[in-house]
C-alpha cells in the first residue's frame, strides 16, 4: 500500500499520516518542509532564488526517502504528496519552461508513484499562529486550490477525506 496525503497547512496531514503508519504498520515518510521550517524558521528570508533551491533539494530528498522506503518495506505513508510539490513551485511563481521546472514535473507528476492521494479539506482546523506556518486562512485557501488543482490536472489517484475526526479520518482511508 502506498497511501500519500495531502493539503494545506493545518488539515491534519501529519497527525492522520502518524495514525495510519501505527494502524497499517507502514513506515511515515515526514514532510520535510516541516521539518525543515521547525528548524530554520520562515522561508521567505531565503528570498526567491533561496525557496527554490529549497522546494528542489527537499524534493530530492523525498524522493530518494520514499525510493528508499519502498524498496525496504514495500509500501509506505506519506505526510506530503509529490504532486504538493509541483503545486508549491506554481504558487510560489517559479514555473518557467525551463528544465528544473521539466524535471520537477516529470518527477512528481510520475504515474503509479501512489496508490492513492486522500486531500484533506481545507479549513477544518484554525492554523496556528506559530511562526511557521501562516495562520492566514485564505493564504491556506489559496495553496489549497492550487493543490487541487494539480491533482486533477495531474489526474492523480485522488480521493477527498470528508471525515472530520481523526478516528473517523483513518476508519475512511482504511475502509
Same mark, same amino acid.
Given at each position: ?14 497527525t492522520l499520516a502518524r495514525r495510519l503508519a ?13 521539518? $525543515? ?11 526567491? =532564488? ?17 525510493? @528508499? ?19 508549491? $513551485? ?10 528544473? /521546472? ?19 479539506? $481545507? ?5 496556528? =499562529?506559530?511562526?511557521?506556518? =501562516? ?18 490536472? =495531474? ?6 477525506? /470528508?471525515? @472530520? ?11
Open positions: 500500500m502506498r497511501l500519500a496525503l495531502s493539503g494545506s497547512a493545518g488539515t491534519g496531514k501529519t501505527v494502524e497499517t504498520g507502514l513506515p511515515y515518510v515526514p514532510e520535510g518542509m516541516r521539518t $525543515w521550517l521547525e528548524a530554520n524558521g520562515d522561508i521567505h528570508k531565503l528570498g526567491a =532564488a533561496g525557496l527554490r533551491s529549497l522546494v528542489l533539494q527537499l524534493w530530492d530528498e523525498q524522493r530518494e526517502l520514499e525510493e @528508499r522506503t519502498l524498496q525496504a518495506h514495500g509500501g509506505l505513508i506519506v505526510d506530503r504528496c509529490s504532486y504538493d510539490f509541483s503545486a508549491f $513551485w506554481v504558487y510560489y511563481g517559479f514555473a518557467r519552461d525551463d528544465d528544473d /521546472t521539466r524535471r520537477l514535473f516529470r518527477e512528481t507528476q510520475a504515474p503509479g508513484r501512489y496508490d492513492t492521494v486522500w486531500l484533506l479539506p $481545507w479549513g477544518e482546523f484554525p492554523v496556528e =499562529a506559530d511562526g511557521i506556518r =501562516a495562520s492566514d486562512p485564505y493564504i491556506q485557501l489559496t495553496v489549497h486550490v492550487v493543490i487541487e488543482g494539480m491533482l486533477h490536472r =495531474a489526474n492523480a489517484p485522488l480521493r477527498h477525506v /470528508t471525515a @472530520r475526526g481523526v478516528e473517523d479520518r483513518v476508519r475512511e482511508v482504511l475502509g
